[in-house]
T-cell receptor, first 111, second 118 residues
Framework: NAGVTQTPKFRVLKTGQSMTLLCAQDMNHEYMYWYRQDPGMGLRLIHYSVGEGTTAKGEVPDGYNVSRLKKQNFLLGLESAAPSQTSVYFC??????????FGPGTRLTVT | AQTVTQSQPEMSVQEAETVTLSCTYDTSESDYYLFWYKQPPSRQMILVIRQEAYKQQNATENRFSVNFQKAAKSFSLKISDSQLGDAAMYFCAYRRLYSGAGSYQLTFGKGTKLSVIP
């Protein structure tokens, strides 16, 4: 039981490049989330999904897209990376009850 | 919209002493969950403790306990017998009890960095 895993753990992009972050969970959770963490800002919700095939915008969705084609996977895409997207990205999953389980995070640097 | 405020960006405590981290929140809902998460230098988010708003009794997990004041919308974390491994960022978080058509997303405070002095 791996919980929530994220790929990759680190990435450096040049401005304008694209990439996809992969999140996978093996707990059969319905709900999945992408957050970004910036210094002094806590974690802020980018997008979320309430089930396979569904996605919705969170607090800071601009510049990101997501897909949930399979229940266990939640992908976060950056089509044209900008320096403002330099951050640590966390994926999380949950059921209706109680807490969210977090992945180990991805540190992304956009130069 | 719900907001969570942690007014102490940094705190320090002597090893074996007790420290209290503050958190206040704003919501119009009557039922919800509150959480404290710990983030050590490894970056992993670790759940420390959970409080259901409909429970009057304060939650306790070993050396960690909360002081939940619903009317004041206050949710502080007390760490007793502090250990070097307690050094981390601590985040207070809020979650609605019922999602309706939305998600069970967490609203986080900005965090408190706790240092433990040997």
């Amino acid at each position: 039981n791996a919980g929530v895993t994220q790929t990759p753990k680190f990435r450096v992009l040049k401005t304008g490049q694209s990439m996809t972050l992969l999140c996978a969970q093996d707990m059969n959770h319905e709900y999945m989330y992408w957050y970004r963490q910036d210094p002094g800002m806590g974690l802020r919700l980018i997008h979320y999904s309430v089930g396979e095939g569904t996605t919705a915008k969170g607090e800071v969705p601009d510049g990101y897209n997501v897909s949930r084609l399979k229940k266990q996977n939640f992908l976060l895409g950056l089509e044209s990376a900008a320096p403002s997207q330099t951050s640590v990205y966390f994926c999380a999953s949950s059921n209706r009850i109680y807490e969210q389980y977090f992945g180990p995070g991805t540190r992304l640097t956009v130069t | 919209a719900q907001t969570v405020t942690q007014s102490q960006p940094e705190m320090s405590v002597q090893e074996a002493e007790t420290v209290t981290l503050s958190c206040t929140y704003d919501t119009s809902e009557s039922d919800y969950y509150l959480f404290w998460y710990k983030q050590p230098p490894s970056r992993q988010m670790i759940l420390v403790i959970r409080q259901e708003a409909y429970k009057q009794q304060n939650a306790t997990e070993n050396r960690f306990s909360v002081n939940f004041q619903k009317a004041a919308k206050s949710f502080s974390l007390k760490i007793s017998d502090s250990q070097l491994g307690d050094a981390a960022m601590y985040f207070c978080a809020y979650r609605r009890l019922y999602s309706g058509a939305g998600s069970y997303q967490l609203t986080f405070g900005k965090g408190t960095k706790l240092s433990v002095i040997p």
